[in-house]
């Protein structure tokens, strides 16, 4: 089957412009998980999706950050307006909800903002 | 709150020698726990889980953790290293004050095999 896909895989933006990462998981993965990836740290996670449905946003800042799953497959997070902070690797993840609990990766988005 | 440390930032070993990447974890209750391996400009990759059962659980690439209960650990370990091991390894808990699967991961741990 094919994996979890992200786009673009790098983008190179001025602070206080805007930004959309776009994310379609494995099909059938009905939980969706967007993490931020700093450099030299761990993800962290920023927002997660049951369908199209928000279950966890409690570390993502929604002065800036914004994320949606409209038809509860694919997701886009936005940033705007971006600061030289947000600079990282943004990760998407999928989980099916009954085969497992180990989350599948994309291969992240990679955000320099100069 | 759960969390996971990897006390290591790097891990040097030689090719066909054993390896080791070290996790300890700190959580309430019984604790999920898994190891991802990151390779460069590339997603993380799951490699193994413990849940519940045996302590010694076996992972793709040939790599196999030890869950220490009373040591509250759970290293990677590898009998035979290979150059292509070289890579960037996190150490993860299930975070179960949300109930939604939520994961938190240590900060990595790079993994060096040279020829």
């Known amino acids: 089957e094919a994996g979890v896909a992200q786009s673009p895989r790098y983008k190179i933006i001025e602070k206080r412009q805007s930004v959309a990462f776009w994310c379609n998981p494995i099909?059938?993965?009905?939980?969706l998980y967007w993490y931020q990836q700093i450099l030299g740290q761990g993800p962290k996670l920023l927002i997660q999706?049951?369908?199209?449905?928000?279950?966890?946003d409690s570390q993502l800042p929604k002065d800036r950050f914004s994320a949606e799953r409209l038809k509860g497959v694919d997701s886009t997070l936005k940033i705007q307006p971006a600061k030289l902070e947000d600079s990282a690797v943004y990760l998407c993840?999928?989980?099916?909800?009954?085969?497992?609990?180990?989350?599948?990766f994309g291969p992240g988005t990679r955000l320099t903002v100069t | 709150a759960q969390s996971v440390a990897q006390p290591e930032d790097q891990v040097n070993v030689a090719e066909g020698n054993p390896l080791t990447v070290k996790c300890t974890y700190s959580?309430?209750?019984?604790?999920?726990l898994f190891w991802y391996v990151q390779y460069p400009n590339r997603g993380l990759q799951f490699l193994l889980k413990?849940?519940?059962?045996?302590?010694l659980v076996k992972g793709s690439y040939g790599f196999e953790a030890e869950f220490n209960k009373s040591q509250t650990s759970f290293h990677l370990k590898k009998p035979s290293a290979l150059v292509s091991d070289s890579a960037l390894y996190f150490c993860?808990?299930?975070?179960?004050?949300?109930?939604?699967?939520?994961?938190?991961f240590g900060t990595g741990t790079r993994l060096l095999v040279s020829p």
């Open positions: 993840a999928s989980r099916h909800i009954s085969r497992g609990i180990e989350q599948y």
């Open positions: 099909s059938g993965h009905a939980t």
């Open positions: 999706f049951q369908n199209n449905g928000v279950v966890d």
């Open positions: 959580v309430s209750g019984n604790p999920y």
């Open positions: 413990y849940i519940t059962g045996d302590n």
């Open positions: 993860a808990v299930r975070d179960l004050n949300t109930g939604f699967q939520k994961l938190v």
